[in-house]
């Protein structure tokens, strides 16, 4: 992202934290896992599939993330929030 911004990794870090209020690792965590949680709540793909579809590369770093946020694995999650199929 700094390259990207054609910015030092320190300049271009002190600045995201500055705007958003967290760093762009976490942001970009965050990001990802709001976006696991829409598909988990409103499919029924695999989470390897959700894993890889949200960036996350393999589902083990999903569930790692997801235990330090949320406090459960993505499938308690998707057991607990998953929308019931219309009839």
């Keep these: 992202m700094a390259r990207h911004a054609n910015m030092s990794v320190r300049t271009f870090t002190r600045r995201f934290r500055g705007e958003v209020g967290s760093s762009p690792l976490k942001w970009l965590a ?5 976006h696991a949680r829409l598909l988990l709540e409103s499919t029924d793909l695999p989470v390897a599939r959700i894993a890889t579809a ?3 590369g393999d ?9 330090a946020y949320l406090g459960l694995s ?4 998707r057991r ?3 929308a019931p199929e219309p009839a």
Excluded at 30 to 34: N, T
Excluded at 59 to 67: A, D, G, I, Q, S
Aim: proline content about 8%; charged content about 15%; some cysteine.
């Design 59 to 67: 589902p083990v770093t999903l569930r790692k993330h997801f235990y």
């Design 80 to 82: 607990a929030h998953h």
């Design 30 to 34: 965050q990001r990802r896992l709001s």
């Design 74 to 77: 993505p499938l308690a999650y």
């Design 54 to 56: 949200c960036g996350f």
